[in-house]
C-alpha cells in the first residue's frame, strides 16, 4: 500500500477548506491545509464578510448617531464626527481576532498549516511553496476571485474592487458602483451612510439577481428612499481615470442614448469567478466545467479518485455558510462516513439596513414547479417592530398548494438574517406552513411576523 505524508490535504483555507481540514483532523485524519495568504480564514475572513460587515455595523451606528435618527427615541447627540481610521482600525482587529482563531483551531486540532500556493504534480502529490507533499486524499477549496469587467482596469485607488473598497482611506464624494447584487449593495451602503452619493449600475432590470420579484422591488424602494440612485437596465460601457477621477460611461441595456457619471470611486462589483489559476489541475486530470468551476458529484468528489471540491470553486452559491457545511460533509465522505448537504435549503442574506434574507424558491421559481399558496405579514402590523420604530419590510411564505410544504420564505426587516434561520430549520425539517402557524412564538418579538406570514397562507392572520 502506497505511504502518503497525510491522510488528506485540503487546499485554500477559507471557510471551506479550514472546516474541512478542522473536520478530518476530528474524525481522526493526518491533515494539513495549504494556504497561499499570509493569514487563515480566506475571502470571507479577510476580505469578505467579516471586514463588510464590520464596516455596516459601523457605518450604521455613525448614521444613527450624526442625522439625528436616535433624537425621537429622546437621545440627542450633538456633533458626531466620523473617524475613518478609526473604523478601519476596528475592522482590522476584528479580522486580526477571527483569523487568529482559525490558527488557534489548526492547532487545538493538529492540523498542519502548509504556507505557500499549493500546484498538483499528478493525483496526489502537491507542491506548496518549496515543498512537496502527497495525500491520500486531496480537497480543492481554492474559492473564488473578483469578475472582471472588460476593458476596466481595477487599480485599487480609483476603480476598486471589494477587497479595496473595504480599505477606501476617505470617503468618496461620489462612488459608481458596478453591479446591483449583494456585494455591491451592501459596500454601496457603507458609504452612503459615511456620506458619498452612491449611484448603482445594474445592467438588469432589477437589483438583486436570484431573489423573488417582489423582495427584489421593495428593496430597491427602500435603497432609493435611503438615498441610493439606482440605474437599473444600464450598462456600463467603459471606465476612464484622469487623476483622481473617473468618467464612466453608461448606456441603456436595450441601447439607447449614451451618458457618463463623473466619480472619485467605481466599485466593480459584477460577481465573483472559481479561482484554480495556478493549481495545475491537468497534472491531476480534474475537470472543469463550462463555467470553470471543478465539476463535482454529489458526494463533492471530481472526476479523479481521492481528488474532492467544495466552496466557492465548485458549483451552487458563492457563500461562505455553503463552503462550510460542504467543508464538513466531504471529511466524512473521505472518513468513510454519509455527508450531505441540502442545497435547496441554503439561505442568502444581504446585510444592508434593513436585512434582505431568503431561503428556498422565489415565488417565481416556485409556481415553475406546481400550485403555490403565498401569505404575507408587513412589519408595519408586528408589534414589536412598530415599538422600535423599525416598520420597514415583511415576511413572505410561500408553501405549496396541495401539501402545504413550506418552499420558501423571504424577509425584509432589520432581524431578516437572524430570522431566516428557523425558516431554514424549519423547511430542513419538511415542515408545512401550518407547523409554522402553529408554533407559539415569543411576544413582542420580529419572528411573530414569520408566524402570522405562515397563517396567511391559510388566509387568516390576526393581525391584519
Ligand atoms: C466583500 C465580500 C463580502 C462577502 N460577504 C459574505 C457574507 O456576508 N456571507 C457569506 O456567506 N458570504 C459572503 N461572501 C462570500 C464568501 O466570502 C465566500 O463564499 C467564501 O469565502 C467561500 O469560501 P471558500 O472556502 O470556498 O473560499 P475562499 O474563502 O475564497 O478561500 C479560498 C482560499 O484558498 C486560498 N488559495 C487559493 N488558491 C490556492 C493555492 N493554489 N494554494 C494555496 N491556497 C490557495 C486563497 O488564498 C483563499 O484564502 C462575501 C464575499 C465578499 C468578496
Not at 428612499?225 to 471606465?239: A, D, R, W, Y
Not at 441540502?342 to 434593513?354: E, F, L
Request: aromatic share 4%.
Amino acid at each position: 500500500m502506497a505511504e502518503y505524508d497525510y491522510d488528506v490535504l485540503v487546499i485554500g483555507a477559507g471557510p471551506g477548506g479550514y472546516v474541512a481540514a478542522i473536520r478530518a483532523a476530528q474524525l481522526g485524519l493526518k491533515t494539513a491545509c495549504a494556504e497561499a495568504r499570509e493569514t487563515l480564514g480566506g475571502t470571507c475572513l479577510n476580505v469578505g464578510c467579516i471586514p463588510s460587515k464590520a464596516l455596516l455595523h459601523a457605518s450604521e451606528l455613525f448614521e444613527e448617531a450624526s442625522h439625528g435618527a436616535l433624537a425621537k427615541f429622546g437621545v440627542e447627540i450633538d456633533g458626531a464626527r466620523l473617524n475613518l481610521d478609526q473604523m478601519h482600525a476596528e475592522k482590522a482587529k476584528a479580522v486580526g481576532e477571527l483569523t487568529g482563531g482559525i490558527e488557534y483551531l489548526f492547532k487545538k486540532n493538529k492540523v498542519t498549516w502548509l504556507k505557500g500556493k499549493a500546484a498538483f504534480q499528478d493525483l496526489s502529490t502537491v507542491k506548496v511553496g518549496d515543498q512537496t507533499v502527497t495525500a491520500r486524499d486531496i480537497v480543492i477549496a481554492t474559492g473564488s476571485v473578483v469578475t472582471p469587467l472588460p476593458g476596466v482596469e481595477i487599480d485599487q485607488k480609483v476603480v476598486v474592487d471589494s477587497t479595496g473598497a473595504l480599505a477606501l482611506p476617505k470617503v468618496p464624494e461620489h462612488l459608481v458602483v458596478i453591479g446591483g447584487g449583494v456585494i455591491g449593495l451592501e459596500l454601496g451602503s457603507v458609504w452612503r451612510r459615511l456620506g458619498a452619493k452612491v449611484t448603482v449600475v445594474e445592467y438588469l432590470d432589477q437589483i438583486l439577481p436570484g431573489f423573488d420579484g417582489e423582495v427584489r422591488k421593495e428593496s430597491a424602494k427602500l435603497f432609493k428612499k435611503q438615498g441610493m440612485e439606482l440605474k437599473t437596465s444600464t450598462k456600463v460601457t467603459g471606465v476612464t481615470v484622469e487623476g483622481d477621477r473617473a468618467t464612466v460611461s453608461v448606456e441603456p441595456a436595450a441601447g439607447g442614448a449614451a451618458e457618463t457619471l463623473s466619480a472619485d470611486a467605481v466599485l466593480v462589483a459584477i460577481g465573483r469567478k472559481p479561482n484554480t489559476d495556478g493549481l495545475n489541475l491537468e497534472a491531476a486530470g480534474v475537470k472543469l466545467n463550462g463555467r470553470g468551476q471543478v465539476e463535482i458529484d454529489h458526494d463533492f468528489a471530481t472526476n479523479v479518485d481521492g481528488v474532492w471540491a467544495i466552496g466557492d470553486v465548485a458549483p451552487g452559491l458563492m457563500l461562505a455558510h455553503k463552503a462550510e457545511d460542504e467543508g464538513v460533509a466531504v471529511a466524512e465522505n473521505i472518513a468513510g462516513q454519509t455527508g450531505i448537504v441540502n442545497h435547496d435549503v441554503i439561505p442568502s442574506v444581504v446585510y444592508t439596513m434593513p436585512e434582505i434574507a431568503g431561503v428556498g424558491l422565489s415565488e417565481e421559481a416556485a409556481k415553475e414547479r406546481g400550485e403555490v399558496k403565498v401569505g404575507k405579514f408587513p412589519f408595519m402590523a408586528n408589534s414589536r417592530a412598530k415599538t422600535n420604530r423599525d416598520t420597514d419590510g415583511f415576511v413572505k411564505v410561500i408553501a405549496d398548494a396541495k401539501t402545504d410544504r413550506v418552499l420558501g420564505v423571504w424577509i425584509i426587516s432589520s432581524l431578516a438574517g437572524t430570522m431566516i434561520a428557523q425558516a431554514a430549520q424549519a423547511m430542513e425539517f419538511g415542515a408545512t406552513s401550518e407547523d409554522i402557524a402553529y408554533t407559539c412564538h415569543a411576544h413582542p418579538t420580529h419572528a411573530e411576523a414569520l408566524k402570522e406570514a405562515a397563517m396567511a397562507v391559510q388566509g387568516k392572520p390576526i393581525h391584519i
